[in-house]
């Protein structure tokens, strides 16, 4: 088994490629590192190099998500282990897939979600141009999938996931180190796999909260929150991009170091701040 160690970054299509570098870079508190022909890279406050990536399509949506594991000879291991179990393999090993990755390999899930393995991610340690807010890294993306079971499994014996918490018939939540979740998975309601949305990370409450009034300020469109999730504990609010892409605000996540811990399967709590999911 190949074990994942970090959730990377997050890749979007982009129909206007400029417009959505105009929203992450100038609204969204992003910073533009690197273009590598249609495609734009961004970092968070944090040393990853990028935690977005932006490349222009016809059509919007997900392109990719990056998903980091120790080593540069992991990749080459997941290589052979991928095509070993049938999976497709769109781009092989490969050491100048993008800026800032020293190794990096392309395949596709079960239910066709383009994923990358990446090793060997540059740090920088550049001061962070200055503005209001600063995310400081991606923290988590969730998947509407096909099968629930099906992709919990793949994820699970061939990248090393673990469960963490479990709504009944919602998310399942999914972690590859100490946060409580990097993946999340829930049912896509037409059968047809779709991105749910990526969470990026703020310093803190008061960092967040800064987020949340300078996203009003600017007219992002906010589309649930603010709020307390039960599982994870994280402060959150949504919002959609120029091309409707759900882009979320976070902090406090739950950090579980407790090896013993137990997933919980509840009902669920989408917000703990509203009674009225309580019910």
């Given at each position: 088994m190949?074990?994942v160690?970090?959730?990377?970054?997050v890749g979007?299509n982009?129909?206007?490629?400029?417009?959505?570098a105009?929203?992450?870079?100038d609204?969204?508190?992003?910073e533009?590192i690197d273009e590598?022909?249609?495609e734009?890279f961004?970092?968070?406050?944090?040393p990853?190099?990028?935690v977005?990536?932006?490349?222009?399509?016809p059509?919007p949506?997900?392109?990719?998500?990056?998903?980091?594991?120790?080593?540069?000879?992991?990749?080459?291991?997941?290589?052979e282990?991928?095509a070993?179990?049938?999976?497709e393999?769109?781009t092989?090993p490969?050491q100048?897939l993008?800026p800032?990755?020293?190794?990096?390999?392309?395949f596709?899930d079960?239910?066709?979600?383009?994923v990358e393995?990446?090793?060997?991610?540059?740090r920088?340690?550049d001061?962070f141009?200055?503005?209001?807010?600063?995310?400081?890294?991606l923290?988590?993306?969730v998947?509407n999938v096909?099968?629930?079971?099906?992709s919990?499994r793949?994820?699970?014996?061939?990248l090393?996931?673990?469960?963490t918490d479990?709504?009944?018939?919602?998310?399942?939540?999914?972690?590859c180190?100490a946060n409580?979740h990097?993946?999340?998975?829930?049912?896509?309601a037409?059968?047809?796999a779709?991105?749910?949305h990526?969470?990026?990370e703020?310093?803190?409450?008061?960092?967040?909260?800064?987020?949340?009034?300078y996203a009003?300020?600017?007219g992002i469109?906010?589309?649930?929150?603010?709020?307390?999730?039960?599982?994870?504990?994280n402060?959150?609010?949504y919002?959609?991009?120029?091309?409707?892409?759900t882009?979320?605000y976070t902090?406090?996540v739950?950090?579980l170091t407790?090896p013993?811990?137990?997933?919980r399967?509840?009902?669920?709590v989408?917000?703990i701040?509203?009674?009225a999911?309580?019910?």
């Amino acid at each position: 088994m190949v074990r994942v160690v970090k959730l990377a970054h997050v890749g979007l299509n982009a129909t206007d490629l400029s417009r959505q570098a105009e929203f992450y870079n100038d609204k969204w508190g992003l910073e533009r590192i690197d273009e590598f022909g249609r495609e734009m890279f961004f970092r968070a406050e944090g040393p990853a190099h990028h935690v977005l990536t932006l490349h222009e399509q016809p059509t919007p949506g997900l392109h990719h998500v990056a998903l980091e594991v120790a080593a540069p000879e992991d990749v080459d291991r997941a290589y052979e282990e991928l095509a070993a179990g049938g999976i497709e393999v769109v781009t092989p090993p490969a050491q100048e897939l993008e800026p800032g990755i020293a190794k990096a390999i392309r395949f596709k899930d079960p239910d066709g979600f383009l994923v990358e393995l990446v090793a060997g991610v540059d740090r920088v340690h550049d001061p962070f141009a200055p503005r209001d807010v600063k995310p400081q890294d991606l923290n988590h993306v969730v998947l509407n999938v096909g099968d629930i079971e099906r992709s919990e499994r793949f994820y699970r014996e061939m990248l090393g996931f673990k469960l963490t918490d479990r709504f009944i018939g919602g998310l399942s939540f999914w972690a590859c180190n100490a946060n409580h979740h990097s993946l999340a998975f829930g049912q896509a309601a037409s059968g047809s796999a779709s991105f749910n949305h990526a969470a990026f990370e703020m310093r803190d409450w008061e960092a967040w909260l800064k987020a949340v009034f300078y996203a009003g300020e600017r007219g992002i469109r906010r589309v649930w929150g603010p709020g307390r999730h039960l599982f994870g504990n994280n402060l959150f609010s949504y919002y959609h991009d120029p091309e409707g892409n759900t882009v979320e605000y976070t902090a406090e996540v739950e950090q579980l170091t407790d090896p013993n811990r137990q997933p919980r399967v509840m009902q669920p709590v989408p917000d703990i701040w509203n009674s009225a999911n309580r019910a």
